[in-house]
């Protein structure tokens, strides 16, 4: 089945320890991105990579960093976090980058808790 | 200004009602346009594009009008199974007008149908 899998779904963890959210996707795409969503400001842009070892800022950067060691794997690290990174997060991944009217398939999303 | 402006809603309409939504974008020169479903608490979900002609999957319409620089999605004859946050998606352009590899989406319309 064609997917993109992120991982925990869900996490709690404290301010300042280092944390990794997965996220993997099956379908041979070159994009992916990295998105947070927090209510009334709808989803923002993290990080995006055009492809393997391509990796560039997108509106929310600071505080996050990502690597693209493959094709299939986007993970998101959050070497320090703080409350203010508390938020539901998306992988997304897509076979060509935008512009191109082309088809964005999210994960199921991780809800981050940072006390 | 925001780059991508929707109304949040809730729009509470009746089962079999059509309902409206607009969403208006900032820079005329923008090419790309969606919508994106999303229900409660699950990942976005591509809709449908927005064409320029205008197009339409069964008892959705999407519509573009450049002069005014809004999009539109017209939902007929409304089931229970609509009720979902519905998200304008717009690739950003410089200013220019040269295309970016980012999408910006809007906060959403939430749409509540009623039996």
């Known amino acids: 089945e064609a997917q993109v899998t992120q991982n925990p779904r869900y996490l709690i963890t404290v301010t300042g320890k280092k944390l990794t959210v997965t996220c993997s996707q099956n379908m041979n795409h070159e994009y992916m991105s990295w998105y947070r969503q927090d209510p009334g400001l709808g989803l923002r842009q993290i990080y995006y990579s055009m492809n393997v070892e391509v990796t560039d800022k997108g509106d929310v950067p600071e505080g996050y960093k990502v690597s693209r060691k493959e094709k299939r794997n986007f993970p998101l690290i959050l070497e320090s976090p703080s409350p203010n990174q508390t938020s539901l997060y998306f992988c997304a991944s897509s076979l060509f980058p935008p512009p191109g009217g082309d088809t964005q398939y999210f994960g199921p999303g991780t809800r981050l808790t940072v006390l | 200004r925001k780059e991508v402006e929707q109304d949040p809603g809730p729009f509470n309409v009746p089962e079999g009602a059509t309902v409206a939504f607009n969403c208006t974008y900032s820079?005329?020169?923008?090419?790309?346009f969606f919508w994106y479903r999303q229900d409660c608490r699950k990942e976005p979900k591509l809709l449908m594009s927005?064409?320029?002609s205008g197009n339409e999957d069964g008892r959705f319409t999407a519509q573009l009008n450049r002069a005014s620089q809004y999009i539109s999605l017209l939902i007929r004859d409304s089931k229970l199974s609509d009720s979902a946050t519905y998200l304008c998606v717009v690739n950003r352009v410089l200013e220019y007008g040269g295309a970016t590899n980012k999408l910006i989406f809007g906060t959403g319309t939430l749409l509540a149908v009623q039996p």
């Open positions: 820079n005329s020169a923008s090419q790309s």
């Open positions: 927005v064409y320029s």
